[in-house]
């Protein structure tokens, strides 16, 4: 047998915090701009300017929270610029992307009124590397302030009178490069300082977020829980994955089964990494108080050929689907550290769940696994025990064997949700392998049955949705046979991304 998985029903572990479903929405490419914004006046259907489709797309996946306004972008942002009657904002050179105009007329309340629209968490992230303390007080106070106060004032003359909830504030992006350039010991000291402005008005309490490592940097992560834990309720992560690496990133849609399986290896890596994150996490602040928060990740392709190389615009195919679902169940696996998580991103950017053209909106495989996957958000993870063969591509030679260590072929994670239904979500990395998968429920004299069986299946690996054929590739049912004791035989297709759900 290749491959066997014993769900333990009766081992609850931690909550898998919804915002490990999160998002990321940066000023970059069409992200914003014609993503979500098309403005009051567009002929494309809005509610009050934002993408009417894209809204309940979202919705349906139930977003739990969304980033703002970047990435890089936002140590450059000077939310002050983004106030205010939308036609007299100053204007600024978006330098990172694409050095395009930038009119600001996406700002602060469009932001904050799109996550209450979408009953989504706002997660704001404040500018350390060109912007001061008090701009970065000022701001807080702007969106939360509940009495009178001069932002609180300000906030009202532009139309708001009521503070909004702002949960989630990063205290800078990137801070190791684009946000400023700085050494950990730096960026620790200034952190501790801009984040002691970050203040709770009245009711709303947030959660601070320091910037944390590029990938393996665990000499950053190390630095900074020992100088700023103290001060900071999360700790981020960003990893994204290439098809090789940052200097060798492939096309979105055309690659072989060699490509296929050196970006699946990488995604695979997330366990690894977040597991030595973790270990170094743990000596500082064994209690777990801290989160991680993987606020980046996600596949970074080639642009599509013709695009604007700085708008990062990329297709998503089958591959990107079983990325998602490797990597989700990586962080429903570590949930008792990882607390959120935001793809990168949101719309028309890199791994994107939605692509927009003009009126046309397109759900990408993406989509549908975070689709496949919701059950999961807010539901308590089960212990696991897998075992699964290895998946490697037939190498030229024994040389070339050696550099191609294999992969797991398959990935699950388990949870119960509050109404006894366990959700089970599984990939199949092997391109043109069956996975027999024996699944048991175990530690319950209860007896389970299949509630829904769904699949994200295709035959060849390049398979994804365009405005031609936008539905190229969506979940099938899976069949199934019948639980047997607690125990059924599950065949995953090759390729594959499935979520089986079994209620008593
Ligand atoms: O997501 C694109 C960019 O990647 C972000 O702006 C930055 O934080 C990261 O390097």
Known sequence: MDHALIVYVNQTGPVIERDIYGHFSEHLGRCIYGGIWVGKDSPIPNINGYRKDLVEALKRIRIPNLRWPGGCFA?????????????????????????????????????MDLCELLDCKAYVNGNVGSGSVQEMQEWVEYMTF???????????????????????????NENWGCGGNMTPQQYALEYRRYQTYVRNYGGNTIYKIACGANVADYAWTETLMKEAGRFMDGLSLHNYTFELDWDHKGSATEFDENNWYTTLRNACGMDGLITNHERIMDTWDPGKRIGMIVDEWGCWHKVEPGTNPGFLYQQNTLRDALVAGIVLNVFNNHAERVRMANLAQLVNVLQSPILTEGPDMVLTPTWHVFDLYKEHQGARLLA??????????????????????GIPAVSASASCSDDGTVTVTLTNANPSENARVPLSLSGSAKQYRVSSAEVLSADRMNVHNDFVNPRALVPVPLSVPSVRDNSIDLVLPPMSVACIRFLV
């Open 146 to 172: 509940d009495g009178d106060s001069p932002m609180a004032r300000l906030r009202a003359k532009n139309g708001r009178e009521k503070p909004w909830k702002l949960p989630y504030f990063g205290v800078g």
């Open 384 to 405: 696991t025990g897998l075992a699964t063969a290895e998946y490697r591509p037939a190498a030229k030679s024994e040389a070339a064997a050696k550099d191609k260590k």
């Open 75 to 111: 140590d450059e942002y000077h939310w002050m610029d983004g106030i205010g009657p939308q036609e007299t904002r100053k204007r600024m050179v978006n330098t990172h992307w694409g050095g395009v105009v930038e009119d600001n007329s996406f700002g602060t309340h469009e932001f």
